[in-house]
């Protein structure tokens, strides 16, 4: 499954850009990694009720034609299991294994859970991402880790990864690329017509240095008319070209799965930063990197004074943190769209990327936030799939009815299977992995949003249990009151088993004739029953209140033949 454990020894790092900045004379990130997480929506097919469960299996039918190839996890030769895996797996615990791994094959045959629910599909097309952030800066260049697509069995969500480097880049510089990079579209456009809040251009390219895709922020007519045409959002061409074949759910172009943005347009990320000195970065500093905010002076605060009087407390874990102390030099920053880890680039522990804190941020920290992202994407996907039903339904249309029952029952199954496939609490009893994990899904709020898509799910099935115990009582008070009158005829007729007209002896036709006779008023008077079912049911729990005179109960009897008063036509 895991397609961000292969390749683990990062490449041989180079110049930030091309040419090399001048370095800030304060701070430098001796090391800068940032991995982006984008959950998308999968869109299924226009046929009614089409919900594909492995959405992989569409690309891998493409052969050649499809950048994208499966990645192999690590759970195959021993000879290659090393202990970076090992100490990967043994973090998580055995219900969060079985989903991140799957369950191997015993003596007796497959196991009972089989393989992991997650397919990873990685492009290899695409190793370095130049950056210009402005027009007054050279541009950066990074180099790229992995591309990889996770997809998730029975579940319409997609998340792109996309993970990427740098040496010695200057700490304004790395608190920009926080910023800008991970920008699905501009927010607005400065008055120059250039994106805002975004890079001014971003390039992919190839290991031969050939430019493969380029950003177009620029391009304000775009995305203006794009979304008044489809009332949602298009997405900056580089980022259309890396998943490809899929295409945006709205776009002309021709996809094999297409796709529509399910959350924010910013990107949640993890960043991974070296210091020389991490105690020399400030107060400002830790709050720009942690809230992911603009650029700005260390000696300042992005927010007001107010904002951040609790900021440690909030947004710091400092288990391994104290600024006084230099062998505790590790810090975790978390606001929920951001996960960043701080510390000391002369520490062999905190870089090493094996079994260090490198390799555990690539590899466990990053498994914590999929799964947290994960949740919160397919939560949402729920509440969607609601509105959408809610929106569709005509409750004065049988057929519309129908329909809602079907895709309120079909989310409640969805719902289930995910709560005990997909959802935890808890990942891990190791105290520093646990403790971030409920420290990320409490800035997500994912607890609160399981509560209030589950407590509306299961509202809407208990809505349309109770409508269809309703249902079923008018049809038994129906039938109740046709076969009451029923019962005095079948009494009348039958009693002692005597017929009251012998007509054995008469010719055939004139049998069939009087069972005519009596078939049709006996139609009639059974329609009329039904249709008056309700006066006659009230007519008969009248006759059984000894409370009431026997004129109080031919009134209610008389209302079958009053005429109802007719309903004020709104203008």
């Given at each position: 499954m895991n397609g961000h454990i292969q390749n683990t020894q990062p490449r041989e790092t180079r110049s930030v850009s091309d040419p090399t900045p001048p370095a800030s004379p304060l701070v430098l990130v001796r090391h800068f990694r940032q991995i982006l997480l984008w959950p998308l929506r999968v869109m299924p097919g226009q046929a009614e009720g089409t919900h594909i469960s492995k959405y992989w299996e569409i690309l891998e039918t493409m052969g050649e034609q499809c950048p994208w190839r499966e990645v192999a996890d690590e759970f195959g030769d021993p000879k290659d299991f090393q202990e970076r895996h090992y100490k990967e797996f043994i973090t998580f615990l055995p219900y969060v294994q079985r989903f991140l791994y799957g369950e191997g094959t015993g003596r007796e045959g497959p196991a009972g859970y089989g393989k992991s629910p997650i397919r990873v599909l990685r492009r290899r097309d695409i190793a370095r991402m130049r950056v210009v952030l402005d027009e007054q800066t050279p541009p950066l260049l990074f180099q790229i880790a992995h591309v990889d697509l996770y997809f998730f069995y029975d579940i319409d969500i997609i998340i792109l990864v996309v993970e990427f480097f740098a040496n010695d880049l200057p700490l304004l510089l790395a608190e920009d690329v926080l910023f800008k990079i991970g920008r699905a579209y501009p927010a607005f456009w400065e008055a120059n017509g250039r994106g805002a809040e975004c890079p001014y251009r971003v390039e992919w390219l190839s290991e031969a240095g050939q430019r493969l895709a380029v950003s177009d922020y620029d391009d304000r007519d775009k995305y203006l008319q794009f979304t008044c045409q489809h009332r949602s959002p298009n997405i900056s061409a580089h980022w259309e070209y890396l998943l490809r074949p899929l295409a945006l759910y709205h776009s002309d172009r021709e996809g094999a799965i297409r796709y529509r943005q399910i959350e924010y347009h910013r990107m949640p990320l993890l960043a991974y930063l070296s210091f020389s000195d991490p105690h020399a970065l400030t107060r400002g500093d830790f709050a720009r990197l942690a809230l992911v905010t603009k650029a700005g002076p260390s000696d300042t605060l992005p927010y007001s004074t107010t904002e951040l009087t609790d900021f440690e407390q909030r947004y710091c874990s400092d288990r391994f943190w104290d600024p006084i102390n230099p062998t505790l030099s590790s810090r975790y920053l978390c606001c929920g769209h951001a996960f960043v880890v701080v510390g000391k680039a002369s520490e062999p522990f905190f870089?090493?990327?094996?079994?260090?804190?490198?390799?555990?941020?690539?590899?466990?920290?990053?498994?914590?936030?999929?799964?947290?992202?994960?949740?919160?994407?397919?939560?949402?996907?729920?509440?969607?799939?609601?509105?959408?039903?809610?929106?569709?339904?005509?409750?004065?249309?049988?057929?519309?009815?129908?329909?809602?029952?079907?895709?309120?029952?079909?989310?409640?199954?969805?719902?289930?299977?995910?709560?005990?496939?997909?959802?935890?609490?808890?990942?891990?009893?190791?105290?520093?992995?646990?403790?971030?994990?409920?420290?990320?899904?409490?800035?997500?709020?994912?607890?609160?949003?399981?509560?209030?898509?589950?407590?509306?799910?299961?509202?809407?099935?208990?809505?349309?249990?109770?409508?269809?115990?309703?249902?079923?009582?008018?049809?038994?008070?129906?039938?109740?009151?046709?076969?009451?009158?029923?019962?005095?005829?079948?009494?009348?007729?039958?009693?002692?088993?005597?017929?009251?007209?012998?007509?054995?002896?008469?010719?055939?036709?004139?049998?069939?004739?009087?069972?005519?006779?009596?078939?049709?008023?006996?139609?009639?008077?059974?329609?009329?029953?039904?249709?008056?079912?309700?006066?006659?049911?009230?007519?008969?729990?009248?006759?059984?209140?000894?409370?009431?005179?026997?004129?109080?109960?031919?009134?209610?009897?008389?209302?079958?033949?009053?005429?109802?008063?007719?309903?004020?036509?709104?203008?």
């Open positions: 870089v090493d990327p094996e079994t260090g804190l490198l390799g555990q941020f690539r590899h466990q920290y990053f498994l914590v936030n999929l799964i947290a992202h994960f949740q919160k994407a397919a939560l949402m996907l729920f509440s969607e799939w609601l509105v959408v039903a809610v929106s569709q339904l005509d409750i004065h249309d049988l057929d519309s009815v129908k329909v809602f029952k079907r895709e309120i029952r079909r989310i409640m199954g969805t719902l289930l299977r995910f709560t005990e496939r997909y959802w935890f609490h808890e990942v891990s009893n190791q105290t520093q992995v646990r403790d971030l994990f409920r420290l990320l899904t409490g800035h997500l709020d994912t607890d609160r949003i399981y509560h209030d898509v589950g407590t509306s799910i299961k509202d809407m099935n208990e809505y349309l249990d109770s409508d269809s115990l309703r249902r079923q009582a008018n049809t038994v008070v129906r039938l109740t009151v046709v076969t009451t009158l029923g019962l005095i005829a079948t009494v009348s007729t039958g009693f002692l088993g005597m017929n009251i007209f012998d007509e054995a002896d008469n010719p055939a036709w004139l049998k069939l004739l009087i069972l005519l006779m009596v078939l049709v008023p006996s139609t009639l008077l059974v329609n009329y029953a039904v249709a008056h079912s309700k006066v006659l049911s009230d007519f008969m729990e009248a006759l059984a209140d000894k409370r009431l005179t026997w004129w109080d109960r031919l009134q209610i009897l008389f209302r079958i033949w009053r005429k109802p008063p007719e309903k004020a036509v709104k203008p």
